[in-house]
């Protein structure tokens, strides 16, 4: 529209709107704003008519309970997820790349280029960080790809997952985790923090079984995760060094630590059985190449017929979001990404972030909800999202600094405490020489991680020392802040290499000024310190 020929002052300055100018601009985007939905309500399709004398309904539900609008209206979808685990150079990236973009490799890093999302990872071609990627399911079992590069921008990536999600049926979730030893913290961290389904074991067949690769299958088998197992670069192998990397495999599927039966998958014949018998000792074995495509088919069919493992409880009264990341968005502030344990969390709900520090919690809002970069107006239990949070308080403010991996969202009717102790029953699956009380190590209880303290050993045996093979129960102490943890929980303590495994049986709610178990040096040097307070404040008589 043009302008007023009085919108200027004489000097060059402009003119405030007066109210009737404001009054008169919102009703012409209110006028908009109704045209715009009368040309919507006029472009849809008009429903279906219902006959009410029969009592038809239009969702027509199946013998399960589910109903086929299930997914549209409730914004649920089934959601696998698939850790890729093995030694580094054994072809994780490459092969993620050629299942969500849908083309073959070059054998020169132009799949796994689409993959990497740092610098330094595209120049060395090893991955050093946890990221995810996905590929949709249809309802005929073909895949849905996605041939999008990483680096891209924020709205391409939205736009391209989107794509995908609209038009699965259900989505694979694939964790690209790292395969070098430096980076074996992070490797167990995405086993224990990102929840997989199923686990599939890469190998290089021309480099054979690693020391790093026996490190990761021994990390899976500790955590009761069902692993398949994948031997990739069969094109480039020569068929001797293929035959005894085969041999060796079974040879440690076998063994008595693994305690599976392999099974060659040759054909869709035998894709079928193993989805018939997923509950058993089972382990399929695929043997193909990315870069002609052998053996590629029989690996999409077994993914697209599996199907989520784990059991949520979605209907809990309480609500628990675990913190995997942090970022800081221009314009929407800190977000955090996680995935939901329990209940179901709502967008613009209030729930307590911690523990902080001091063990504490404080009160978030939980503004928006992004899931698979689709917003969405809530979260169930067993889903990863992305949560944008707010201070309750005005005054305060949300620093991304002060949010860390392993906190967690929690509703504030469940009066949430953290601990510094805990007691676990442990395993000692390989230690050089011996463990005794003091002694300190990594622990990965799921997403936290954290140095923690033996300081106390009830071992059966004799000795108060631990070997390898022992069993006993063990009182651990976080070193640096408390934590938020739950019975029940499967930790894995590690000293470079993995140590042992355990399960928690009993959480303290004490804090490093109260602990709920002292050590008898502790209690002595506790008793010490307070009877020289106590003689401190005794005084001599006045005369």
């Not at 992305?386 to 991304?400: C, D, F, G, P, Q």
């Not at 003091?438 to 020392?465: D, F, L, P, W």
């Not at 102490?477 to 303590?493: C, K, L, Q």
Request: proline letters at 4%.
């Amino acid at each position: 529209e043009k302008r007023p020929a009085n919108s200027k002052m004489p000097g060059g300055e402009r003119k405030t709107p007066s109210s009737e100018d404001k009054r008169k601009k919102k009703l012409r985007q209110k006028k908009k704003k109704q045209q715009a939905l009368e040309a919507k309500l006029a472009a849809a399709p008009e429903p279906e008519k219902v006959d009410d004398a029969k009592g038809e309904d239009p969702i027509v539900e199946d013998k399960s309970g589910d109903s086929k609008s299930e997914g549209k209206e409730e914004g649920r979808i089934h959601d696998l997820r698939v850790a890729m685990v093995g030694n580094v150079d054994s072809g994780k990236s490459t092969l993620i790349g050629v299942l969500t973009g849908g083309e073959l490799d070059d054998g020169r890093g132009k799949a796994r280029s689409k993959i990497f999302a740092h610098r330094h990872e595209a120049a060395t071609g090893r991955t050093s960080c946890i990221s995810q990627h996905i590929v949709g399911v249809r309802d005929d079992g073909k895949l849905v790809h996605s041939n999008k590069s990483a680096n891209l921008t924020t709205a391409a990536k939205n736009k391209a997952w989107r794509e995908v999600v609209a038009n699965s049926r259900s989505v694979i979730t694939l964790v690209d985790l790292a395969g070098h030893e430096k980076y074996l913290k992070t490797t167990i961290g995405g086993l224990t923090g990102c929840f997989p389904d199923y686990a599939c074991l890469i190998i290089g067949a021309n480099m054979g079984i690693t020391k790093m690769t026996k490190e990761h299958l021994g990390v899976v088998l500790a955590l009761n995760i069902p692993v398949c197992c994948v031997v990739t670069k069969i094109d480039i192998c020569p068929p001797n060094v293929l035959s005894r990397t085969k041999r060796h495999l079974f040879r440690i599927l076998k063994s008595r630590g693994a305690k599976k039966q392999p099974f060659l998958v040759k054909d869709d014949k035998d894709v079928r059985t193993c989805l018939k018998n997923q509950s058993t000792k089972i382990t399929p074995v695929f043997m193909l190449s990315a870069v002609n495509g052998k053996g590629m088919g029989n690996l999409e069919a077994y993914l697209s017929g599996l199907r989520p493992r784990q059991q949520w409880d979605d209907k809990a009264k309480t609500v628990e979001f675990n913190i995997e990341e942090t970022f800081n968005v221009t314009g929407v502030g800190v977000v955090v990404s996680g995935t939901a344990t329990h209940g179901r969390l709502v967008a613009n709900s209030t729930m307590l972030l911690g523990p902080f520090s001091d063990g504490g919690f404080k009160p978030m809002l939980a503004r928006t909800i992004q899931r698979k970069r689709v917003p969405v107006a809530f979260c169930n239990a067993g889903e990863s999202c992305a949560v944008a949070l707010r201070s309750v308080k005005r005054k305060e403010t949300l620093r991304r600094n002060q949010i860390r991996r392993g906190m967690v969202l929690v509703d504030p009717t469940s009066k949430p405490a953290s601990t510094v102790s805990f007691e676990a029953d442990i395993l000692v699956l390989h230690h050089p020489t011996t463990i005794r009380e003091n002694y300190q190590a990594v622990v990965h209880c799921g997403i936290i991680r954290q140095t923690a303290k033996m300081v106390r050993i009830k071992h059966k045996g004799s000795g108060e020392c631990l070997r390898t093979g022992d069993k006993a129960s063990v009182l651990f102490r976080f070193m640096v802040r408390p934590e938020f943890v739950h019975e029940g929980t499967t930790i894995i303590f590690r000293e470079g290499t993995t140590k042992g495994v355990g399960k928690v049986t009993r959480v303290f709610n004490d804090s490093y000024k109260d602990m709920a178990q002292l050590t008898e040096d502790e209690l002595t040097t506790k008793s010490e310190e307070v009877e020289k307070k106590d003689q401190a404040r005794i005084r001599a008589p006045k005369a």
